[in-house]
């Protein structure tokens, strides 16, 4: 460990300087890849097995913040704060043979340590034979960054305080930090072997470097990471397949491999015995991608392709004789260099876990959003953006020709289909359009004069949507704006992944909703209305269990006049129960329609209406509007100019006074912002209200105080939950045939509003209905699973469960045109698999090695892996490659 402010004397003495530059630092290592070098170099009886480690436990450091103040503490105050307290068991001398294997374990060793245990992981045999000089590689060199930390010792003793700060280090190391001392999963431990903290762990403080106390609180220091970018994870299986890698390098298969590409017929000779199982590989292509921070997408993606059989033969010949560099729409031949020369390192005989350091630079320089360490998608994104650079820069192509593309005038499929793919092929031959290009049928139908559309267009995948066969409860208030009934509660059924449109069919029935009846759906939040749902086609996602859900009923011939939002607002009551001077809001709005040249006394009315299904029982509520004699209540009757009555005793739209004039109302109203804050003005009841919005008028009403004991203000304030789930309730998981999914895909259905289709015939943009049909399928069928949704909110993840073949995948009946000469049957052969949510999680890859076995690649870790496994819920994209009919 190094400090900027200088190290303890003693413990500079008590430690031997190495010689090389690498050695003198400390390191901050994984436990189990030092302590596997250390039980096979070290014996029992060697002094440096006598060297006693520190056994700190991390924990989580006291703050003063809690609940919502914590996470805004953490948003302005973003420094990774934590304690180590030194364990003074029998544990910490690493006896206990169970300790440092969960993964939490990491150790601080010093360069003379760290260089010894690097030269056992790269040669185990050369290790423990000799003692010969021996330098870190470069790839080993490059997994090293630096992390500089404030430790300080608090009063209490064993106990050490860290922070590691954005000031201090790189955005990139402060990132991987954030990660490796989370505190948020199992216990994380760090195994002290370079003696560095012992003196730290004291109460004397004479003892402390002078450079501490006269720095109060904090010393900076500064360790080496190593092996924590996911390069070292699996060389401890590589440790193990290193002699039949060895052995396999000799036969003609690892031959075959490490050939330049005039072997070009040899590669296809191993792929296929590889493919056939006719042939021991062994560990060929079992090699690791190193994570170079947040890259795993990249990592399952690569691995997916690096395993498609085609594809290797080709990379593994002569490819770079195809590399188009004229086109303009390639990228130099660079991104099909850089794939080249990954594949080639993966499949080289004993290769160790490789980092793409190269490839990602390059994908980066021609596509700037996978510049930096974010998380992508890694079909929309990179396989799409991938798969389309290869193909240009591989293009045979050299000078595209101009292809007009003709109607079919009525002429037979087959032909239109033929001359569509001659035309595409013209202008378009590479590997990629060989292996994973295909075809299918597109009709477009208009719906005014039934004109017909057809074309025939590629694909390089099949994007199939998931359709959902599970639904949702949820509950809902509907209020009436009659003034005659309470709101009632109603709970419904819908599809889980669909529209508003379902919502509302779905309430009407529920309530018995008239054909010339409407709803207008609003979210109440602290008894103001915060957003309308007013779109048929917004997903239901939308709508979260933890929201508050009016409906209100209108009748459909007032749709059209401008709406008024009553806001209740009472006086509020001090600690001793007495009124004070400032009101608050309570109770769920109240709506209605009036129009534009409403009075005060139109208002008072109307909401008088709307809260008398309210009125309690017995109490007289016939006090509320007083006339000039302050006895009978005021009849109200409607103006001969205003809107006509409106049927089923729905809302008045104007009022006028009668003989009687309405002195005043006991209930005050005032015009206000949307959020019920600002009182603006109050409303005088002879007078026209003006509006600052002709659409809506926002009304806060102030009760008195003995209406609140006339009305039932508990009902007009119970608002239920979209859906609260039970105490042990557990979602079921969702499943759905890939086949249901493909059928989804190919069925009929309306262009959406972004789509509008210009109809030749009507000369004018149209939501035509479209139907796709599969045509002429390629050799590598690549289908993606559509779980991501988008929305203008937030994003969204699917995590139905996708029952897809593995050994046979029959498209006969889905193909519009077959000739009989290639097989509609295909093999499973790899899976781009995506775990956790949306917004971040993890990728990794199942792939097929021949016969029946399948691997796991989890960025640098490659192990085996069941076979029924492979179907889970956070399977991604499909790799399918045809079966030869025999």
């Excluded at 770079?320 to 794939?339: Q, S």
């Excluded at 309690?616 to 006895?631: C, F, L, M, R, Y």
Aim: glycine letters at 6%; aromatic letters at 10%; charged letters at 25%.
């Amino acid at each position: 460990m190094e400090s900027s402010a200088g190290l303890p004397e003693d413990l500079s003495d008590s430690t031997q300087r190495p010689d090389s530059d690498s050695e003198q630092r400390v390191y901050f290592v994984p436990y189990s890849w030092w302590r596997d070098a250390q039980d096979s170099v070290v014996g029992d009886s060697d002094s440096d097995r006598g060297k006693k480690g520190i056994l700190c436990v991390a924990s989580p450091a006291a703050s003063a913040y809690g609940g919502p103040m914590k996470i805004i503490n953490n948003i302005f105050n973003s420094d990774l704060v934590f304690n180590l307290r030194r364990e003074d068991d029998a544990a910490q001398n690493g006896e206990n043979g169970e300790v440092g294997v969960s993964g939490r374990d990491y150790a601080l060793v010093p360069g003379e340590m760290w260089v010894q245990a690097l030269r056992w992981h790269s040669d185990p045999k050369a290790a423990v034979k000799d003692g010969r000089s021996f330098s870190a590689a470069e790839d080993d060199k490059t997994d090293v960054y630096p992390l500089q930390l404030r430790l300080s010792v608090p009063r209490e003793a064993n106990l050490l305080g860290v922070r590691i700060t954005k000031k201090d280090n790189a955005v990139e190391s402060f990132k991987r930090a954030c990660k490796i001392f989370s505190l948020e999963s199992d216990m994380l431990r760090i195994w002290d072997f370079s003696g560095q903290t012992n003196l730290f762990f004291t109460n004397d403080k004479s003892k402390f470097p002078r450079d501490l106390q006269r720095q109060s609180d904090e010393i900076l220091l500064e360790l080496q990471v190593y092996g924590l970018s996911d390069s070292i994870k699996c060389r401890e299986g590589k440790k193990d397949e290193m002699a039949m890698q060895h052995s396999t390098t000799g036969n003609s298969c690892g031959a075959s491999v490490m050939m330049n590409g005039s072997a070009g017929s040899t590669h296809s000779n191993f792929i296929r015995s590889f493919w056939g199982t006719s042939c021991e590989a062994g560990s060929l292509g079992l090699t690791g991608l190193q994570n170079l921070g947040n890259t795993c997408f990249m990592n399952s993606s690569i691995q997916c392709l690096a395993h498609t059989p085609k594809l290797v033969d080709y990379f593994l010949g002569d490819y770079a004789r195809e590399i188009n560099k004229e086109n303009p729409l390639g990228m130099d031949g660079e991104i099909a260099l850089a794939f080249g020369d990954l594949l080639r390192k993966l499949w080289a005989p004993g290769a160790t876990p490789v980092a793409p350091r190269t490839f990602k630079s390059k994908l980066a320089r021609f596509a700037p959003q996978f510049n930096g360490f974010n998380q992508h998608d890694s079909q929309q994104e990179l396989l799409a953006f991938l798969l389309d650079g290869l193909h240009e820069d591989l293009n045979r192509v050299k000078c595209k020709p101009y292809v007009e593309v003709k109607d079919g005038d009525d002429r037979p499929d087959e032909e239109v289909a033929d001359e569509y793919w001659r035309n595409h092929l013209a202008r378009n031959d590479s590997i990629i359009v060989d292996v994973c290009q295909g075809q299918y049928k597109s009709t477009l139908v208009c719906p005014v004069c039934q004109k017909v559309s057809v074309t025939f267009d590629p694909f390089m995948y099949l994007s199939l949507p998931l359709p959902s066969t599970m639904m949702r409860t949820m509950t809902l208030t509907v209020i009436n704006t009659d003034g005659i009934s309470k709101p009632s509660e109603h709970t419904i059924n819908v599809p889980k992944h669909g529209k508003f449109e379902d919502l509302i069919r779905g309430l009407g029935v529920a309530c018995s909703l008239g054909v010339d009846e409407t709803f207008l759906v609003a979210e109440i939040y602290n008894n103001r209305i915060i957003r309308y749902l007013e779109e048929p086609a917004d997903a239901l996602s939308l709508i979260r269990d933890g929201d508050q859900l009016v409906a209100y009923r209108f009748m459909k011939n007032v749709e059209e006049v401008p709406l008024v939002v009553f806001m209740h607002q009472q006086m509020e009551q001090d600690m001793h129960g007495k009124l004070s001077s400032s009101w608050k809001p309570f109770g769920i709005p109240l709506v209605s329609r009036l129009c534009s040249s409403a009075t005060g006394s139109d208002i008072c009315n109307q909401y008088l209406k709307l809260v008398k299904p309210f009125e309690i029982p017995g109490k007289d509520s016939e006090a509320h509007v007083h006339n000039s004699q302050g006895t009978a209540p005021i009849e109200v009757t409607e103006s001969e100019e205003t809107a006509p009555p409106v049927s089923g005793g729905d809302v008045n739209l104007c009022y006028e006074i009668g003989a009687e004039s309405l002195l005043d109302c006991e209930f005050q109203f005032y015009i206000t912002d949307e959020k019920g804050i600002q009182k603006e003005k109050k409303i005088v009841m002879n007078e026209i209200v003006e509006r600052k919005m002709p659409e809506h008028l926002y009304v806060a009403v102030c009760w008195p105080e003995k209406y609140v004991e006339q009305y039932d203000t508990r009902v007009l304030s119970s608002l239920p939950l979209v859906f609260k789930p039970g105490l042990f309730s557990k979602k079921p998981q969702e499943t759905v045939s890939l086949y249901k999914c493909l059928e989804a895909f190919l069925k009929e259905e309306p262009l959406g509003p972004e789509d509008m289709w210009y109809c030749p015939g009507c000369k004018k943009h149209c939501q035509a209905s479209k139907k796709l049909d599969l045509w002429r399928l390629p050799e590598i069928l690549v289908i993606h699973l559509k779980r991501f949704s988008y929305s203008r909110f937030f994003k969204n993840k699917l995590e139905t469960y996708v029952d897809f073949p593995v050994d046979n995948l029959d498209l006969s009946t889905y193909i519009a045109y077959t000739t009989g000469e290639l097989s509609n049957r295909y093999m499973l052969y790899a899976v781009s698999n995506h775990f956790g949510s949306m917004g971040g999680g993890h990728y990794t890859a199942f792939v097929h090695h021949g016969g029946d076995r399948w691997y796991d690649f989890d960025d640098s870790h490659v192990s085996p892996v069941s076979q029924d496994k492979i179907k889970s819920a956070a399977a991604y994209v499909l790799f399918y490659r045809r079966v030869v009919e025999v």
